[in-house]
């Protein structure tokens, strides 16, 4: 077997310094090609993470927005190079999350955004020769616009529109019509409103009225639903206050029961609910008493009146004989030094027995007070009627252990093997403790019941999801994904294609040629045997040749002429 030598190829390889261009210069077609797509590759995956990266945070500036607002702050946005998108239908205007407070004063110094509610900025722009009609027009939109800018500061409130019905006061009507007003309101989806905030609501527009009473507002919701009600409606419906009242009052009494009872029989091991009949009737009674008549001593002067009246005397009367005698005047008295006074004496010396007499009178009214007692009771609302409770006290099956003796710290019922159950004597222990509890009234008709049953163990067991499956970590694999991508492909193309580049492909001497270059591996041979590589004699003559035609080219080309003449000679 006769081996084969290959003739050795000297293969031009770049020197480890050489440029780029040299090295690219000494590829061959196919590992150009790979090459340039590499890196073209490798440039649009760096692309790709750069703008994934540099990508800015958009944040929400405003939200709701009508065409009118959002076409003026577009322009706007425009006009001060700032970077805006929209969300779905429009409705908001999003910009970089660096730039939305600035942008936001900015365009608050312009007076955007307007809004589609106005208020009474409408009797700033008053017209010269407005009439009464139309002012009074404008003060009521004005109003409006403010009680709707107010209920639309509600956290729940999407819109609202407020009508009111303001009319005309005139002095000559006996009886003026009272305003009234009503509100339709637009919730958030998922939100709804109690029937405090609507009471809210309602006091807010009737006191923002003159003479406007709560009960003329009325409030509805955009199904059409009416949320507010008249004290007379809200009498004969049921009213939710009430309803969460009475559930309050049952949970209340159901945590009481488990706060007495889990110390005893353990935690998870008493279920206990409670029944409430409320009186929420509002009843009020007025009694009038009467005590009877007391002694005049006991019993309270309320009033007393006493008249007494006295006159002058009265002149005496005339006496004697009608005559001269009789109409002579009296004759001039004389009293005595000592002794008594002498009667007086008539005219005609006879004694006068008619003294005048003085006229008096007194009258004495007496007024006593009259027991009365006036007693006015309104009962309280919320009062319990009756009440029910129902307790289960848990009686797990505890398996038997001859190891485990009897301790003092044992539950109640605790036996050393079989069932756990509660003698008589401890149930009725619990049973008391429970009535206790909630405040058990044989008159008013409560009932309360404690059984011990075994509890039936529903719970299903808790299923734990394998890691990949777990939300959280998808979504971090969503949001890892793409930049984690990127940056394997970029290196993968990096280690494959662009660092051979970079560092030049070196051949030994003495490779061989393979039908395509680079295509098939080098094949095992023997070595060639050692040749020599100065040149010849007719390489130095070819070589000398090249330089006189360098040199002399008219000489080389008289003796080419002469070469081809003498040939065809």
């Known amino acids: ?18 440029s ?10 196919g590992q150009r090609l790979v090459t340039g797509g590499g890196l ?28 009118k607002d959002g076409g003026a702050i577009v322009a706007q946005l425009t006009q001060m190079n700032v970077p805006y998108r929209y969300t779905e239908g429009g409705g908001a205007i999003l910009v970089p999350a660096e730039r939305v407070h600035d942008v936001r004063l900015k365009l608050a110094t312009q007076g955007l955004p307007k809004g589609s509610v106005t208020g009474f900025e409408l009797m700033e722009s008053s017209k010269f020769g407005i009439t009464q009609f139309q002012e009074r027009l404008n003060f009521q939109r004005g109003l409006e616009g403010e009680l709707t800018r107010s209920i639309q500061a509600l956290a729940a409130v999407q819109s609202a529109r407020v009508h009111l019905a303001l009319p005309n006061q005139n002095g000559f009507f006996r009886e003026q019509q009272k305003p009234s007003a009503s509100v339709l309101l637009s919730l958030y989806p998922g939100r709804v409103l109690d029937r405090t905030q609507i009471a809210g609501i309602v006091h807010l527009v009737a006191s923002s009225v003159p003479e406007m009473q709560p009960t003329a507002v009325s409030v509805v919701d955009d199904s059409g639903k009416l949320l507010s009600r008249s004290p007379e409606e809200s009498a004969q419906g049921v009213d939710l206050q009430q309803l969460a009242y009475t559930q309050q009052v049952e949970q209340q009494y159901v945590r009481r029961i488990l706060d007495i009872l889990e110390p005893v029989v353990g935690k998870n091991n008493v279920r206990a609910q409670v029944s409430a009949v409320m009186d929420f009737s509002q009843t009020e009674s007025t009694s009038e008493q009467h005590t009877p008549n007391q002694t005049p001593d006991s019993s309270a002067v309320r009033s007393q009146q006493v008249v007494e009246s006295s006159g002058e005397p009265r002149p005496p009367l005339p006496t004697g004989v009608p005559g001269a005698t009789s109409n002579q005047p009296p004759a001039a008295a004389t009293a005595p030094v000592n002794g008594a006074n002498p009667a007086p004496q008539a005219a005609d010396g006879q004694q006068n027995t008619g003294a005048a007499r003085a006229a008096s009178k007194r009258e004495s009214i007496t007024n006593y ?34 190891e485990a003796p009897a301790t003092a710290n044992a539950a109640p019922g605790a036996e050393a093997g079989g069932a756990r159950s509660f003698t008589a004597e401890q149930q009725d222990q619990l049973l008391t403790l429970v009535r206790e509890t909630v405040g058990y009234s044989a008159e008013r008709g409560d009932s309360v019941n404690l059984v011990s049953a075994p509890f039936v163990n529903t719970e299903e067991p808790e299923v734990v999801l394998p890691l990949w499956q777990q939300p959280e970590v998808r979504e971090m694999a969503r949001s890892l ?44 041979a023997l070595p060639a045997p050692a040749v ?20 002399n080219p008219i000489a080389v080309a008289n003796i080419v002429k002469t070469w081809i003449n003498g040939e065809n000679s």
């Open 369 to 402: 007070e009259v027991d009365k007692t006036v007693r006015v009771t309104r009962a309280s609302t919320g009062n319990i009627k009756r009440l029910t409770a129902a307790v289960v006290i848990n009686v797990p099956a505890v398996p038997a252990s001859p």
């Open 40 to 67: 073209a590759l490798l440039f649009v995956a760096l692309a790709a993470a750069a703008m994934f990266y540099r990508q800015p945070d958009y944040r929400l500036l405003f939200s709701n927005l009508g065409d």
């Open 532 to 551: 020599d590589l100065s040149p010849t004699q007719e390489q130095v003559r070819l070589e000398q040749a090249r330089q006189l035609a360098k040199q």
């Open 1 to 18: 077997m006769s081996a084969v030598a290959e003739a050795p190829v000297s293969v031009i390889t770049p020197a480890p310094g050489s």
């Open 20 to 29: 780029l261009q040299q090295r690219w210069t000494a590829m061959g077609r």
């Open 481 to 524: 994904g793409l930049p984690l991508g990127l940056g394997l492909f970029a290196a993968i193309v990096f280690i494959a294609l662009v660092r051979p580049l970079l560092k030049g492909r070196k051949t030994e001497p003495g490779a061989q040629l393979s039908a395509i270059e680079g295509d098939e591996p080098e094949r095992p």
